[in-house]
């Protein structure tokens, strides 16, 4: 039972367009959404989060997308930079109750980014 | 050295043995996670520590599988008679807080990668 799912497993794009990665989540108890980056060999790096009672975040180049009715949210990243080619996670989780923060991850979009 | 640190970073163990891997979670961090990543998948959760207290190991896949962190620093994920579906990237995590909701996102070491040949 895949709670997040990003259905896309690579994204390719040209340097200083714009990066699209998608993420759909079933478990309507998520409320608190993150976006992480992970290089070879490397732990995941935290790159943005929205809250459900936003539908919009923006922090630079980067920005998160959510759309609550339809269970879905997006990070836009533009422009894309070659150095931004990485595998992207999309995590979620509930904050309270018995949830402890623990994220669910979706199964990772590796994006590359070509001069 | 302000992260998250793992050891070792590879492990490599023959089918039936016992393994253990450590996490030295950023100082002061009173939440600790351990996840476990599969080839081409993302992490899964398995275990939540509080401080000292273990309050959540829903996602340990058997009884084979152990954590620990007695003094609500150093934790360690101990596998005993390792099978070869134990093949995976163990990642611990930590953050300053109870939970993640709030908005303090979690911070991952690099990860132990183990092979059970």
């Known amino acids: ?115 | 050295g302000a992260g998250v640190s793992q050891s070792p970073r590879y492990k490599v163990a023959k089918r039936g043995q016992d393994v253990a891997l450590r996490c030295d979670p950023i100082s002061g961090h009173v939440s600790l996670f351990w996840y476990q990543q599969a080839l081409g998948q993302g992490p899964e959760f398995l275990t939540y520590f509080q401080n000292e207290a273990q309050l959540d190991k829903s996602g340990l896949p058997s009884d084979r599988f152990f954590a620990e962190r007695p003094e609500g620093s150093v934790s360690t994920l101990k596998i005993q008679r390792t099978q070869q579906e134990d093949s995976a990237v163990y990642l611990c995590a930590s953050s300053p807080i109870r939970w993640a909701g709030a908005g303090q996102p979690q911070h991952f070491g690099d990860g132990t990668r183990l092979s059970i040949l």
């Open chain 1, 1 to 115: 039972d895949q709670q997040v799912k990003q259905n896309s497993p690579s994204l390719s794009v040209q340097e200083g367009r714009i990066s699209i990665l998608n993420c759909d989540y079933t478990n309507s108890m998520f409320d608190y959404f993150l976006w992480y980056k992970k290089y070879p060999a490397e732990g995941p790096t935290f790159l943005i989060s929205i809250s459900s009672i936003k539908d919009k975040n923006e922090d630079g180049r980067f920005t998160v997308f959510l759309n609550k009715s339809a269970k879905h949210l997006s990070l836009h990243i533009v422009p894309s930079q070659p150095g931004d080619s990485a595998v992207y996670f999309c995590a979620a989780t509930g904050a309270g109750g018995t949830s402890y923060g623990k994220l669910t991850f979706g199964q990772g979009t590796i994006l590359t980014v070509h001069p």
